[in-house]
Each structure stands twice: as structure tokens, then as C-alpha cells.
């Protein structure tokens, strides 16, 4: 199982990456995983990351944030915000074990650009990533194609947030973005 985390992990160059390769290198992370795990279908089980070796998963409360990683005796942490939704937990974890994979390596993937520092850089990437893992660009197509066309019913489905379904569907280009404010006419 651990030959898992290499194998996914081999996807990234290791050079600096433009947000666009950056945001690619994701996807094909979360394909690969995908692939590995023989899923065909959602939801992902979390059982996947969760039963990695060298990989410990734990939930507490209070928690200072929604989820953190770090390597700590020899394996990797990754802390959950145990308070939150299962569905947000959910996403935290497919979030933090992109940290996982990115961490011998970020300050080369995600150097600074302009305002932005590696860690907000890399941060951006976890959560497309973890988008790309729990609601991949084809099972939301095929859903979508065959009638499944509501946010919510996806976001069941998928076992997500409905927030994070309609960001997901907005990123494929099957829902276009909600007016930001009212046109209107000539008077």
C-alpha cells in the first residue's frame, strides 16, 4: 500500500509549477489514486487514505482548524476537525493527504508569485485536488449527462457538501457562475 503514495507521488515534476501545471498535476494525482483504488464509481471511501501504512488518521475536539498534517514518529498525522460535518471531514482529509504527498517537495512546486507565499500557493492545489478525488471530472459528467443535474442530489451521491459540488461543477464548466449583482435595463 504504501507503494500507493509513490506511485501517485511520481506524477509530480519536481521543478516549479505554473498554477495551471499545478492545478493539472492535481488531477491526474487524483486520477491516478483513483485508478490504483479500482473505483469506478463514487463515493470515494475514506477507508482508502485512512488505511495507509505510515499514515494515521485521527478526529479531535476542539480543533483550531478543519484538518492538519505532519509527520510524527515516523508516520504520517493527519488531524481531523471532529466537530465538523462528516461530509467536510471528508474533504479536510483528501485535502490533507495532498499535503502528504506535496511535502518533501512544495517550496520547489509552489514558489512564491507575487503576493502569494508556497504554503497559500499549495494550499489552493490541496483543495482542488481533494474537488478532483471526491468528485472526479467523469463520474460528475456521467451523473450530470444522465438527468443528475441537481446540486444537492450530486452532493448526496458524491458525499460532499453542496458548496463544495456546485465549486466542483462550476471548475468543469457545467454550471456557470451566479450573477454577482442585478442587470438592469435601460431607464
Not at 487524483?30 to 488505511?51: Q, R, V
Not at 492538519?68 to 460535518?85: D, H, K, P, Y
Not at 450530470?144 to 446540486?151: A, D, I, L, V
Amino acid at each position: 500500500m504504501s507503494s500507493i503514495i509513490t506511485a501517485v507521488r511520481d506524477i509530480i515534476p519536481i521543478r516549479p509549477l505554473t498554477f495551471v501545471e499545478a492545478l493539472r498535476t492535481a488531477e491526474l494525482q487524483a486520477t491516478k489514486l483513483l485508478e490504483l483504488s479500482d473505483l469506478t464509481e463514487p463515493p470515494f471511501p475514506d477507508t482508502i487514505i485512512c488505511e495507509l501504512p505510515k499514515l494515521q488518521v485521527e478526529r479531535i475536539i476542539p480543533a483550531p482548524a478543519s484538518g492538519a498534517t505532519q509527520w510524527s514518529r515516523g508516520r504520517w498525522l493527519i488531524l481531523l476537525n471532529g466537530a465538523e460535518r462528516p461530509a467536510r471531514q471528508r474533504f479536510s482529509l483528501a485535502h490533507e493527504f495532498k499535503h502528504v504527498l506535496d511535502n518533501p517537495f512544495i517550496d520547489v512546486l509552489y514558489p512564491r508569485t507575487g503576493s502569494m507565499s508556497p504554503a497559500e500557493r499549495a494550499e489552493q492545489i490541496c483543495d482542488y485536488f481533494a474537488a478532483c478525488l471526491l468528485m472526479p471530472r467523469t463520474w460528475v459528467k456521467r451523473s450530470w449527462t444522465r438527468g443528475t443535474q441537481e446540486p444537492r442530489t450530486l452532493a448526496r451521491q458524491f458525499d460532499v457538501s453542496k458548496q463544495a459540488m456546485q465549486v466542483r461543477l462550476l471548475q468543469i464548466g457545467l454550471i456557470d457562475p451566479e450573477a454577482r449583482c442585478l442587470t438592469v435595463g435601460a431607464l
